[in-house]
């Protein structure tokens, strides 16, 4: 009977492993599958910052089902990267956050990277066939901008008028969402109002809800 019972506990211990080994690995596998294009900013030596980004990226994901391209950051999250693919290629774009000389207004900036540089030109077209899929992964970017900055107003407006138009489709198509945890603003003849759907705007304002 003794030679039995030893058995018997190594089975059972092995088979808690096992089911704690799925428990654990099946939610990661639901994320995996459920959120493919989740922000991946280069892990920072502060876990709290690092759950931080994540938060913020998960709540985005699990709302957000437009297809959208992965999105790479550094500790500050001022400065996102990502690689729009189409019919001319590879194209890397940078979408920035950057201060103003007002307290908690930043400017957004975005556009194809200059390679030579590092900088943003935002005076580049570059027709890649895949403009849904670039605004939506621009739009994601606010979410884990403003858990870092939680007080910042974002202030956008294109260096055309097509630029313009075409944050204008973006914020349109994602507006339902956008606006549960953002408030929305458009500027019309100098005057802001709240963004309506299908009114041209000069310029873009927006800040996370508390």
Request: proline content about 4%.
């Amino acid at each position: 009977m003794e030679n039995n019972a030893a058995p018997n506990n190594s089975m059972d211990v092995r088979a808690k492993q096992r089911l704690c080994f799925h428990v654990v690995l099946f939610p990661l596998a639901c994320v995996v599958v459920v959120s493919p294009h989740v922000i991946s900013a280069v892990r920072p030596p502060s876990c709290e910052k690092w759950k931080l980004c994540v938060s913020s990226i998960f709540a985005y994901n699990f709302r957000m089902l437009l297809p959208r391209y992965e999105l790479k950051s550094d500790e500050s999250l001022t400065v996102f990267e990502f690689v729009s693919v189409g019919r001319k290629g590879e194209i890397p774009k940078i979408v920035q956050y950057s201060e103003t000389n007002l307290k908690d207004f930043y400017n957004l900036g975005f556009g194809d990277k200059d390679l030579q540089t590092g900088e943003v030109d935002d005076t580049v077209i570059s027709d890649n066939g895949d403009s849904q899929k670039v605004l939506a992964t621009v739009t994601a970017t606010p979410y884990a901008f403003t858990d870092k900055y939680p007080e910042a107003w974002i202030y956008a407006t294109g260096s055309t008028k097509s630029r313009t138009r075409l944050y204008r489709i973006g914020l349109t198509n994602n507006l339902d969402e956008i606006t549960e945890d953002f408030e929305l603003y458009g500027q019309r003849e100098g005057e802001w109002q709240e963004f309506v759907k299908g009114v041209e705007y000069e310029a873009f304002l927006v800040r996370r809800r508390s």
